[in-house]
Nanobody, 120 residues
Framework: QVQLVESGGGLVQPGGSLRLSCATSGIIFRLYDMGWYRQAPGKQRELVVETTTSGSTNYADSMKGRFTISRDNAKNTVDLQMNSLKPEDTAVYYC??????????????WGQGTQVTVSS
């Protein structure tokens, strides 16, 4: 059974920081591209950042310089350090694991999400 469990969300003031963590089980973690997505009320889910099995990263433009993703293949975890938070960063943040097995087969899993609220 695959599980992705996020933690670390909460309420933070503008300009503050939070660190999210995603603990995984049931997958061969090192074979999966890992990512963080977010969904604000009334909006579509969007990519925050992803990191591939080779360690390369792809950040959404609005997160560059403020957010940092890190993966630990020994602990099967992926973290998201968020600095200089803004009210528009308020959303539910989801952990994502993805592995393409062929051009037609994609293994993809999601966590349950963790709420991040940026407000004074």
């Amino acid at each position: 059974q695959v599980q992705l469990v996020e933690s670390g969300g909460g309420l933070v003031q503008p300009g503050g920081s939070l660190r999210l963590s995603c603990a995984t089980s049931g997958i061969i973690f090192r074979l999966y591209d890992m990512g963080w997505y977010r969904q604000a009320p009334g909006k579509q889910r969007e990519l925050v950042v992803e990191t591939t099995t080779s360690g390369s990263t792809n950040y959404a433009d609005s997160m560059k310089g403020r957010f940092t993703i890190s993966r630990d293949n020994a602990k099967n975890t992926v973290d998201l350090q968020m600095n200089s938070l803004k009210p528009e960063d308020t959303a539910v943040y989801y952990c994502n694991a993805k592995r393409r097995l062929s051009h037609v087969q994609l293994n993809e899993y999601w966590g349950q999400g963790t709420q991040v609220t940026v407000s004074s």
